[in-house]
């Protein structure tokens, strides 16, 4: 049985399915199977709380934003991976121009020139538009299912 505090917690992560997640790739069992225990459930929560850390930008979702706050978690927290998840929810990509390619392009720069400068791991996680069945099966989708996706192609990220 679930102890009082585990379920407690259990509460505050309904809300992000990502945590909770996280907690079953830690621990190796899940919730509804394997039965993860409370012990167990608190060594994950504390190894998620001391290790990741989420940024919260709903009022300004922009590059740039996100890019100050990460600055500030690279010099306060020392982190060294940075995961922008999902990069298509940004509501602005890049800068002046009314080219796409060219915002994107603008981007890419930005989180490439970060990255060296703050010696971390950046990775981008962009999802694909919703794949239509080909003779009833889901066909695999490719980087061309991402809204300008070839500039990733055409950009040289190394």
Known sequence: MVGRRLTGLLRIFLSSSMLLNLAEKLIGKGFDRDKMNELEFQAAYDYIQDNFFF?????????????????????????????????????????????????????????????????????LVAHPKKIPSENGRMRVPTMYDISGSHTFYDKDLS
């Open 55 to 123: 940024i919260n930008c709903e009022d300004n979702t922009t590059p740039d934003a996100i890019l100050a706050v990460a600055k500030q978690l690279v010099k306060r927290r020392g982190i060294k991976h940075l995961v922008i998840d999902p990069l298509n929810a940004m509501t602005s990509m890049g800068g002046e121009s009314d080219r796409e390619n060219e915002n994107i392009r603008e981007t890419l720069n930005k989180f490439v020139t970060f990255a060296r400068k703050n010696n971390i791991l950046l990775s």
